[in-house]
């Protein structure tokens, strides 16, 4: 026994949503997920700063335009530069970091700890902006298509949606 067009139609339109909806879930799990690292990672790089004494922009050299003037001479610089992080915290002061995606806890100096947590939280960044234009395009896809949209006729669904099961 063969199914006709329609019904076959029908079957591939529910197939695709329900593929759809399945991905979208699945990227805000993993939308939520990278949150939490975000945060765990900003609240580490916050208490770095609280170590060193700095905030994000507190260390700022007031030389930063001659540093850039300089940057493409082959003279060395005037003025150290110093880190925004580290400010005049010693950078090569050892501090315990978690590796991450592991258990494995190392013993390292400030400046590379404070180094790859930033680069960490840039990767992440940029994993969350995909991953929310991601779930707004399937978001989106999930919307256009409708509830069965054009698949069954609006005055069929409008009546099994008001249908009441009346007891007498």
């Known amino acids: 026994m063969e199914m006709d067009a329609g019904m ?4 591939q339109t529910l197939i ?11 990227a805000r799990n993993q939308l939520i ?3 939490k690292l975000r945060n765990g ?7 770095l700063r609280k170590i060193a004494r700095t905030t994000k922009s507190s260390v700022l050299s007031p030389f930063d335009k001659i540093l ?6 082959d003279s060395k610089p005037l003025v150290k530069e110093i880190c925004p992080t580290c400010g005049y915290h010693d950078p090569k002061e050892h501090t315990w970091m978690m590796l991450p995606g592991s258990d494995i806890f190392s013993r390292m100096p400030f400046h590379a700890v404070h180094t790859v947590l930033e680069r960490d939280q840039e990767r992440l960044d940029y994993e969350g902006k995909t991953l929310q234009s991601y779930v707004k395009e399937k978001s989106f896809i999930l919307s256009e298509r409708g509830a ?3 698949s069954v006729n609006p005055g069929i669904l409008k009546s099994l949606v008001t249908l009441k099961d009346d007891r007498k």
């Open 8 to 11: 076959k139609r029908l079957q």
């Open 16 to 26: 695709e949503s329900e593929t759809d909806a399945e991905q979208l879930l699945l």
């Open 33 to 35: 997920e990278n949150d």
């Open 41 to 47: 990672n900003r609240e580490s790089l916050t208490a």
């Open 68 to 73: 850039e003037e300089l940057a493409g001479a």
């Open 148 to 150: 069965l949209a054009g």
